[in-house]
């Protein structure tokens, strides 16, 4: 199971100062790494106030990581698993509700694929932990049966939720750090910061204004089958979007010559195994909650496989673009997202 925030310090702290080409204006850019959310965060930002944005930002991430985290006391996660099925309502973390309320409004869009109270499955299989194992079937069994969006109640009156059933746990592992995203760019914007990347763990990532040189920013994608972790499946160009990647090669076991991964398909109670290797969304920032929406839309692609997800995708709004890797390293677009690929690398086809 995820616990965000256990292991969180700053393990590394850089400042780089930039300059413009001749005739512009000296500007700074700023560029801090952090641990924190279980994951390295690179914050860079240029502007007059890039400083304080970045200093907030790395504040509000903590926050961010204590109120998403299942255990702790800020945990609004924690307290409603331990009111489950006893009926009483939990007052929320603004922040948590509003993460809920699209959770399950997608839930709904994906017929179940995408599920925030998949929590006793993560927790069963702890993929990513040192208790990692497949279970029994009992055990699957009893954890699926705990599982099911629509026994998660939100009243957005009083901000509060409650969990219908005993035994109920909720997870936003799989769309916290894009939420996070979110809130990181809205500090940007109050700081005045223009230009901007925020990169949480490279699996999500906003892209604001252009890069140093004045051109969008270039993302790579990772190839999800190389033992090199700077190999690319290919690479985007980025300019005021959310870009977001899943992959069943970021936390994974192996056991008897089958790979077991995070991604979980809540209808199976199982690693999801529908094709895709990986997937990668990218939203338009015009689009509210981009990073939420590019972060859990990569993990419901994951689960619902390289065609059902690719048609998922042409559903969804043009903002939003992408593509699913399946198993034989060819790449499903969605929308146009067929011209945003650049130097797609030799391993990989692009399907029509
Ligand atoms: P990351 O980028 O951190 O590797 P992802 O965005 O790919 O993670 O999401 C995977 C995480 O989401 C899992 O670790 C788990 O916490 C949670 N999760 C797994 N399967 C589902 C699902 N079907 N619906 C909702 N959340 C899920
Ligand atoms: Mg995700």
Not at 71 to 97: C, M, N, R, Y
Not at 144 to 159: F, I
Not at 209 to 216: F, Q, T
Not at 305 to 315: M, R, T, V, Y
Request: net charge negative.
């Amino acid at each position: 199971m995820r616990s965000f925030g256990a292991a969180a310090g700053i393990i590394l702290l850089l400042v780089f100062f930039t300059a413009l080409p001749a005739g512009c204006r000296r500007t700074e850019e700023v560029q801090k790494t952090v641990m924190v959310m279980d994951t390295v965060v690179t914050l860079t930002a240029s502007g007059e106030k890039a400083d304080d944005a970045v200093r907030e930002s790395i504040e509000r991430l903590k926050e961010i990581d204590a109120m998403a985290s299942t255990e702790g006391e800020q945990s609004d996660l924690k307290k409603l698993a331990d009111a489950a099925g006893d009926g009483t309502w939990i007052p929320l973390h603004p922040e948590v509700f509003h993460m809920l309320e699209v959770s399950q409004e997608y839930s709904q869009r994906s017929n179940g694929a995408w599920d925030v109270t998949a929590g006793p499955l993560v927790k069963l299989w702890g993929i990513g932990t040192e208790r990692a194992k497949v279970p029994t079937a009992e055990e699957l069994a009893s954890a699926k049966a705990k599982v099911g969006w629509q026994k998660l109640e939100l009243n957005p009156e009083t901000q509060c939720a409650r969990l219908r059933a005993t035994g109920m746990e909720l997870d936003l592992g799989g769309i916290a750090k894009g939420f996070a995203a979110d809130e990181v760019r809205k500090i940007y914007e109050k700081y005045g910061v223009k230009n901007g990347l925020i990169n949480l763990g490279a699996s999500s990532i906003y892209a604001l204004g252009a890069n140093a040189k004045g051109e969008a920013w270039r993302v790579g994608i990772r190839h999800p089958r190389s033992e090199e972790k700077d190999d690319r499946l290919a690479v985007v160009s980025l300019s005021d979007a959310a870009l977001s990647t899943s992959g069943d090669y970021e936390r994974f076991f192996e056991q008897d010559g089958v790979r077991y991964h995070h991604i979980l398909d809540p209808r199976t109670g199982r690693p999801a195994d529908n094709g895709a290797v990986s997937d990668t969304i990218v939203v338009d920032g015009r689009l509210p909650d981009a990073g939420m929406i590019a972060d859990l839309l990569t993990t419901t692609v994951f689960v619902l496989g390289p065609e059902a997800g690719q048609k998922f995708l042409d559903n969804q709004p043009p903002e939003v673009r992408g593509m699913i890797c399946d198993r034989k390293l060819r790449l499903w677009p969605a929308h146009d997202f067929k011209d945003f690929l650049q130097q797609v690398q030799r391993d990989f086809s692009v399907m029509e």
